[in-house]
């Protein structure tokens, strides 16, 4: 009896590479591997490229960093694009995801989620694409608000 293992939920690790959320960067990328941290704006418009991280899912993912020094806020995370299907992950301090979104309400094929971001440090926001098209232009906004009580 032969049993099939399924590609996406099996990891191996090469010597010399680092697990970076659901993927593994070989040890030449480590080194190049630097999420970028959200502008001043909490705005940024980019692009997916092929030179971006790999999903192993044949699309490709866009880290940005934000650092929390006053928890208890709730982030809004807005992901627009024209020519892709965004999908929006937002991941812990500690490297766990917190959220992620697909589509907005609405039917749009945009990604918007809410989060509570409830301890201090870095966290990261990961942009990356569902759909055939694999590369191009999106628009990430950031908000914060005080929690409803």
């Known amino acids: 009896m032969f049993r099939k293992?399924?590609?996406?939920t099996v990891t191996t690790l090469v010597a010399g590479s680092m697990l970076v959320g659901p993927f593994v960067l070989p040890a030449q990328a480590?080194?190049?591997?630097a999420p970028m941290p959200l502008p001043a704006s909490n705005q940024v418009s980019d692009s997916l490229t092929r030179n971006d991280l790999p999903t192993g899912q044949g699309s490709f993912a866009r880290d940005y960093v934000i650092e929390v020094k006053n928890p208890g806020r709730v982030v809004r995370i807005n992901l627009e694009s024209t020519v892709l299907d965004p999908m929006v992950t937002l991941l812990g301090p500690d490297g766990t995801t917190i959220a992620e979104n697909?589509?907005?309400?609405?039917?749009?094929?945009?990604?918007?989620?809410f989060a509570l971001l409830d301890k201090a440090g870095t966290y990261t926001i990961r942009v990356q694409t569902v759909g055939e098209v694999r590369t191009g232009a999106f628009t990430l906004?950031?908000?914060y608000y005080a929690p409803v009580r």
């Open 30 to 33: 480590q080194r190049g591997y």
């Open 141 to 143: 906004k950031v908000g």
């Open 102 to 113: 697909d589509d907005e309400p609405g039917g749009s094929t945009n990604s918007q989620l």
């Open 5 to 8: 293992l399924v590609p996406s």
